[in-house]
């Protein structure tokens, strides 16, 4: 099944050409099935070329999504079109009566910063509260992670003496996880950060599951079945391109920067890089919606209902 979004959001047009199907409002509705409600609050800087990365693996399951963009109420984005902003998203405050199968949180160029120094901290952590009441998964993205772990179990982040810019090797530490299901032992994710979470610092006796690690870059999935949250740090979701934009946008800042690691052919910044992991991005979304789909409540106005009480007596 495709996926449901506007039919004048910029995604729309890429997804269509890309072969990705995108569903039309009669389309869905002549379905006699519930699609998945899946949010999006969206923490990015480009906003609009994260949400496409983002319907481009949500859309490609065999399941009816229905996207929802949202953005932090208290913020005003400063690289994003106010029309679009005002066109297709909508504040926290006015659908957190709503209730979502899935919701996404993305990473934000904050890292370097206290958590509590985020002019939206607050906000965010009532978010993730919130998500315990109306929300059945949350997968959490990069900083989005380190937000989570930091808000529901006190994790830290820790400064890195240089910027893990690059393509590197992971392992497959669980493969019995259905997150991790049909994946490789090992295999390349992006990376892009300035800061790590250490497996030392995941406390012991709170249900935390190290699922993928690298020797080189550290920690990558951990999930949290207590709270229904998967927390992926690094960035199986970029184009191809990507890691090459961030690169040539910081050098023609004039900011020092190395060109990332196992990406350029030849280490050459001029070269065409090849893309390595686009497949475990579309197993790992895939995986992460059919788990959704199989666990969560048949009526929508559910969610919520059942997992939180439990949730809490786990965490207590």
């Known amino acids: 099944m495709p996926i449901k979004i506007p039919n004048d959001l910029?995604?729309?047009?890429t997804l269509e050409?890309?072969?990705?199907?995108?569903?039309?409002?009669?389309?869905?509705a002549r379905q006699d099935i519930r699609p998945l409600r899946i949010g999006h609050l969206n923490l990015m800087p480009n906003?609009?070329?994260?949400?496409?990365?983002l319907a481009r693996l949500v859309g490609a399951t065999p399941l009816q999504?229905?996207?929802?963009?949202?953005?932090i109420t208290k913020h005003t984005p400063k690289n994003t079109p106010a029309d679009h902003m005002i066109a297709f998203y909508r504040d926290w405050e006015r659908v957190k009566h709503e209730k979502f199968d899935g919701f996404i949180v993305t990473g934000a160029p904050v890292e370097l910063l206290d958590f509590e120094d985020v002019?939206?901290?607050?906000?965010?952590?009532?978010i993730y509260d919130w998500t315990q009441t109306h929300v059945h998964s949350t997968f959490n993205i990069c900083w989005g992670a380190q937000a989570s772990l930091h808000h529901f179990h006190g994790?830290?982040?820790h400064a890195l003496p240089r910027k893990m810019f690059g393509v590197f090797r992971h392992r497959n530490l669980a493969p019995a996880s259905p997150y991790l299901r049909g994946f490789s032992d090992d295999f390349s994710i992006p990376v892009s950060r300035w800061t790590e979470v250490r497996r030392e610092d995941v406390p012991a006796g709170r249900g935390l599951e190290i699922l993928v690690e690298s020797d080189e870059a550290g920690l990558c999935l951990v999930n949290d079945p207590v709270h229904r949250s998967l927390h992926m740090f690094n960035h199986v979701e970029y184009e191809t391109s990507t890691l090459a934009d961030e690169y040539w946008r910081d050098v023609n800042a004039?900011?020092?920067?190395?060109?990332p690691k196992n990406y350029f052919p030849g280490n050459d910044p001029h070269a065409a890089p090849e893309n390595r992991w686009r497949s475990h991005a579309h197993l790992l979304f895939g995986n992460w919606i059919n788990e959704v789909y199989q666990t969560t409540p048949f009526a929508i106005e559910e969610v919520g209902e059942i997992e939180a009480p439990a949730a809490r007596r786990k965490a207590g």
């Open 10 to 13: 910029p995604a729309r047009a």
């Open 17 to 28: 050409r890309e072969g990705v199907m995108v569903m039309s409002e009669a389309t869905a």
């Open 47 to 53: 906003k609009i070329g994260t949400e496409t990365q």
């Open 65 to 71: 999504v229905e996207l929802a963009l949202i953005k």
């Open 119 to 126: 002019t939206y901290w607050d906000e965010l952590r009532s």
């Open 155 to 157: 994790i830290p982040k």
């Open 254 to 259: 004039k900011k020092s920067i190395e060109p």
